[in-house]
């Protein structure tokens, strides 16, 4: 089942040249910090392992252009943008993933669990599919206070074959919760296709279905195509009709992880998808809507300026006191567990 | 006090209680509706509370557990019930990296004010996937607090302090306990996790037990009793936190130790409790530490195949004996 036309006329709020040249400014920033993370990890200041969302800025940028201050976000572990685009700052985010005190989350969990509950971020994951009944029960809390609230999980494609998805699903059509499921198909688990594991081919919006859910296949590089479908979602959602299943098609420019050169993946698809640049489509839509070129430079040098200061402010920032390894873990802010 | 009431009726009561109390608190898991669970242990609830506080759910262990997760950040303080305890290897994604692990990996960002309860343990004949106890899978993670009562009045008092926890609280309900009976918990009762009990006071052997192994270290007490052997029963009553002062001030008094334990002898939670003993207790010991366990074999059917394997009186009987004639 797809959404009808009828039902969503009205519901996605027509995003002017204003506000979408803020959100080119918000991808150049995620585009840019990505590319300084991926710097930081080769010259050793980044350790452990990082999953870049270069390639899939539009995705967050534009569900998060269409959500609300109070509404829920979780991600994966690949989820540096969806920190960067409901509010966390580059600085705190490079300074997590430099083990840095003043990190997101006080350098206890790096780059694959950056969170801003503050922004509504409540987490990043690093069991592929596990936040996908957490954004479920968000969703839950939010239809039992009656707040107007919606949830939305993002996830990648591999996570539709796991079974907290199809649970997920499940449990938020019977009953009926304002939660968003949001993949992100890049068309690649870590090395191998989706494709090949997977007997249909929209592996999220083709198993809706059977849920009775919703389902949009959505253009993810196109910032200004996500944010309407997620703002048609979102509505959906906040008027009790329940929960849509989104798949975007997006793909990713570095590799999977650390320095994967992802050798997998056929040169001209990459080709093509770089083509398809999330930031070339919005720099194409903005210059016809007749937005100078040196506005769109401007914007670009004002987030290359941001990343830099947050690379230089990250790097200077001081490391954690061996101390707090033994705080944060109850909730009076200790760790104690024996007399 | 009048009537006594069962361990089974202590636990829709100890919830009801809180759900009086509080309107964050909302329950949900298998059958718990109108059914009102299948031990009855949610009887009554969904009468009192309606649809909108108790949900029944589909058969989705990793749904439950992340649900809950995903309300108890956002404002609520649900209580998740898994009916058996084996389930949790359904689950355990949200036992053992999720739920424990989200509010220290964001730096104290988030916080998960969540129960998870479930039916314990053995001695029904249940068989292998329906009896084991397993509060030791969860002893192996940090982050988890174990609340494990073994009267009525306890699970009405640490349900309380469980729901009221800030911190995540998996609630184990013994099988075997649930149509003991005892005395109803006076009203406002809190125990607070973490605090043992002496169940029974003695001078010559301290015997360490939690939940159904309770009444068996009683039972066992009472029998050594008639020979002149007075044992002290400390009824632990939560693993995490735990209450080593209270058994390291007994085996200060009687020097021998004791410990009653459901799990295996492999990884069974008595090895943390002997381990701090041999720790910080070493100079209080006249013998060696003893644990009664059960047998490193899954759970068989027949009762005389599972007597065989779990804890029963007569083997912590016999472990009195050796220790006090060592
Ligand atoms: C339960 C689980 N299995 C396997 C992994 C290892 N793993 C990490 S990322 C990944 C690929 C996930 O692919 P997808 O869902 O498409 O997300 P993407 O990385 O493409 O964004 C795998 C297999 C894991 N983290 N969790
Ligand atoms: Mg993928």
Redesign the pocket.
């Known amino acids: 089942m797809t959404v009808r036309e009828e039902e969503n006329a009205g519901t996605a709020p027509a995003i002017g040249r204003d506000e979408l040249l803020t959100l080119y400014e918000q991808m150049e920033v995620i585009r840019r910090t990505e590319k300084a993370a991926h710097d930081l990890f080769l010259s050793g200041l980044v350790k452990g392992t990082t999953?870049l969302a270069a390639g899939h800025e539009a995705v967050a940028v534009g569900a998060s252009a269409a959500l609300q201050p109070g509404d829920y976000v979780f991600a994966?572990?690949?989820g540096h943008h969806h920190a960067i685009a409901r509010g966390a700052a580059p600085a705190e985010c490079l300074a997590e993933l430099m083990s840095k005190g003043t990190g997101l989350c006080k350098a206890k969990g790096g780059s694959m669990h950056l969170t801003k509950a503050s922004a509504g971020m409540l987490g990043s994951y690093?069991?592929?599919?596990a936040h996908l009944p957490m954004a479920v029960g968000a969703a839950w809390s939010a239809k039992l206070r009656d707040s107007g609230e919606v949830a939305v999980a993002f996830?990648?494609?591999?996570?539709t074959n796991?079974g907290a998805f199809h649970e997920a699903l499940n449990l938020a059509a019977i009953w009926s919760l304002p939660v968003l499921f949001v993949c992100?198909n890049?068309l690649?688990?870590?090395y191998t296709p989706?494709g090949a594991v997977t007997p249909v081919g929209r592996p999220a919006a083709d198993r809706a279905p059977a849920y009775g859910l919703p389902a949009e296949v959505v253009d993810g590089n196109d910032v200004v195509l996500v944010a309407e479908a997620v703002a048609r979602a979102a509505a959906r959602a906040r008027a009790g009709a329940g929960p849509t299943v989104l798949e975007t098609l997006t793909y990713?420019h570095f590799g999977?992880s650390r320095t994967d050169p992802a050798k997998y993946r056929p040169a001209e698809e990459l080709q093509q998808w770089l083509q398809r640049d999330p930031l070339n489509l919005a720099r194409q839509r903005l210059t016809s809507a007749g937005v100078p070129e040196a506005a769109l430079t401007a914007a670009a040098d004002r987030a290359a300026a941001v990343v830099a200061a947050a690379v230089e402010e990250a790097k200077a920032a001081p490391p954690p006191d061996p101390e707090d390894a033994f705080t944060d873990m109850w909730a009076d802010g200790g760790s104690a567990w024996r007399t | 006090m009048a009537d006594l009431i069962t361990y089974r009726e202590a636990v829709a009561e100890g919830i009801a209680r809180e759900m009086r109390r509080d309107p964050a608190v909302v329950c949900l898991g298998e059958d718990i509706g109108a059914a009102g669970g299948v031990f009855k242990t949610a009887a009554g609830l969904f009468a009192e509370f309606g649809p909108e506080r108790v949900w029944d759910t589909p058969i989705s262990e990793q749904a439950i557990l992340g649900a809950a997760m995903g309300a108890a950040m956002t404002g609520m303080r649900p209580v998740a019930e898994i009916m058996f305890s084996d389930f949790f290897a359904c689950c355990w994604d949200y036992l053992a990296n999720e739920i424990p692990k989200v509010r220290y990996m964001t730096g104290g960002q988030v916080t998960v004010p969540l129960v998870v309860r479930t039916a314990n343990g053995g001695g029904l004949g249940f068989g292998a996937q329906h009896s084991q106890a397993v509060e030791n899978w969860a002893l192996a993670i940090p982050g988890l607090k174990i609340a494990a009562p073994a009267t009525p009045a306890d699970v009405v008092g640490m349900m309380a302090a469980a729901i009221r926890s800030d911190d995540p609280v998996v609630f184990f309900e013994h099988k075997g306990l649930f149509a003991s009976k005892g005395a109803p918990a006076p009203e406002g009762h809190v125990v607070p996790l973490g605090q043992a009990a002496v169940a029974r006071e003695g001078s010559d052997i301290t015997l360490v037990a939690l939940a159904a192994t309770v009444p068996l270290a009683m039972a066992a007490a009472e029998q050594v009793a008639a020979d002149g052997i007075s044992a002290e029963v400390i009824d632990l009553r939560s693993l995490i936190p735990l209450d080593m002062a209270t058994v390291l001030g007994s085996i200060a008094r009687t020097s021998r130790l004791v410990i009653v334990e459901e799990n295996p002898y492999q990884g069974g939670w008595g090895g943390t409790v002997a381990s701090i003993v041999a720790d910080d207790g070493f100079e209080s010991l006249d013998a060696p530490v003893q644990r009664v366990t059960a047998a490193c074999v899954p759970l068989p059917f027949a009762d005389v195949l599972e007597q065989a394997v779990i804890p029963t009186t007569d083997k912590v009987v016999a472990a009195i004996r050796r220790l006090t004639s060592y």
């Open positions: 999953h994966t572990y690949r690093a069991i592929v599919g996830f990648g494609d591999g996570a796991i992100e890049n690649y688990m870590e989706i990713r999977h």
